[in-house]
């Protein structure tokens, strides 16, 4: 690792990556088939479900998802303002409105007493983000969802092998999804899959995922070409089975820092609280910057790359501040807004959820990689101490 700057991310790939990638090139066989078949019965058996359909991006997995349950015109979902773009984007796909509910402040996941409060007769599925690596709290949520007869579709992104209460997330849910983006917990470059216990839902979108087609020449709904392909599930084959081991040295080196920092007095961070419930596999170690003693993140970010230390800065703004989001604008024509009757337009505008305006923009994420050596971790522990 050089020491004169260290990233907060890279993909971790090999020879064997490359020989299974290598392999399914000579084999002449490039589109989905044996090896996204293998891909979907390991993933799916790692995640403990009955089953999975793969496709081309986390994205696209949250994008079938909520086709696959029938989330359609009018239906409102109700999501967390803190993620990336793309869990409220994937609603908008579907002509459905995206419902903000404010964050825990210790978690950063979404907040089940405001879910409850959000809740409407046009509410038809929850999508709790795993953030960071860390789990929502799902028991809530799940008993929320049945008393309102609500989906709930874990949203995955950057919880690969994440514990609640003993399950991985991804099975408790009534569905879930995953990211394969190159940086990750594990790669496939780009991809995503969905998984679930129901296998007619997951039958529903190995179909969406390929164009509607439920044979050779019967397209029987409106579908995308959204499959993964062999050489990114051959990739995935070999991450998978390096998960576990990937995961337990980012929970070493994050909790390095987590539990060195806690000791400290220092003014200008605070260390997060985590659930004794929850296995965190980390995809960020976060760090909140205290803004309140006059500290600027920007500011932290930028020493910290002085002193040749990368770190995260991401979701610096509420999903509902969003320019597309304040214009009512996802669609030229202002569908899904202007499609449905005025009382279900939201007021994007004037809401303000307490606990992510303080938050948003204010959390970063130190390097915590598996490529990391001890004198890396020490390094970026000197110069998170040294910063002011």
Not at 6 to 12: D, G, L, T
Not at 166 to 173: E, L
Not at 274 to 301: A, M, Q, R, Y
Request: overall charge negative; charged content about 25%.
């Amino acid at each position: 690792m050089n020491k004169e700057f260290i990233k907060v991310a890279v993909p971790i790939t090999g020879e064997e990556e490359a020989a299974a990638v290598r392999e399914v090139i000579l084999s002449g066989n490039l589109v989905s088939g044996r090896k996204v078949n293998e891909f979907e019965e390991t993933f799916a058996e790692y995640i403990g479900v009955e089953s999975a359909a793969a496709v081309n991006s986390g994205t696209a997995a949250l994008h079938v998802a909520l086709a696959a349950l029938g989330i359609g015109p009018g239906d409102e979902v109700i999501v967390p303002p803190l993620t990336f773009f793309s869990t409220i984007s994937s609603v908008y796909h579907q002509n459905a409105i995206p419902v903000f509910a404010d964050i825990d402040k210790d978690s950063f996941c979404i907040s089940p007493s405001d879910i409850r409060a959000k809740i409407t007769d046009r509410t038809k599925a929850i999508i709790p983000v795993h953030l960071y690596g860390n789990s929502a709290e799902l028991d809530e949520i799940m008993r929320i969802a049945d008393e309102h007869n609500l989906h709930v579709i874990e949203d995955c992104a950057q919880a690969h092998g994440t514990e609640y209460k003993g399950k991985k997330v991804g099975s408790i849910g009534h569905i879930g999804f995953f990211s394969f983006f190159a940086t990750k917990h594990m790669t496939t470059g780009e991809g995503g899959i969905i998984t679930s216990n129901n296998t007619e839902w997951i039958k529903k979108a190995r179909i969406i995922r390929s164009h509607g087609l439920a044979n050779r020449d019967d397209h029987v709904c409106l579908g995308y070409n959204y499959r993964m392909n062999e050489m990114a599930a051959a990739m995935g084959n070999v991450q998978l089975k390096k998960l576990d081991n990937f995961n337990k040295q980012r929970i070493e080196n994050s909790l390095f820092f987590l539990n060195e920092l806690g000791r400290e007095t220092a003014k200008w961070f605070r260390v997060p609280k985590f659930s004794k419930d929850i296995k965190h596999t980390f995809f960020w170690c976060p760090l909140i910057v205290n803004t309140e003693n006059g500290f600027v993140t920007k500011d932290v970010v930028n020493k910290l790359k002085e002193r040749g230390v990368e770190v995260r800065q991401r979701y610096q703004e509420p999903l509902y501040k969003q320019k597309v989001i304040l214009g009512l604008s996802p669609y030229s024509n202002g569908c899904p807004f202007t499609c449905q009757p005025e009382s279900n337009i939201p007021d994007y505008k004037s809401l303000n959820l307490p606990n992510v305006e303080v938050l948003a923009g204010n959390i970063i994420g130190l390097p915590n990689h598996p490529e990391l050596n001890q004198e890396d971790l020490e390094y970026i522990m000197e110069a998170v101490l040294g910063l002011y």
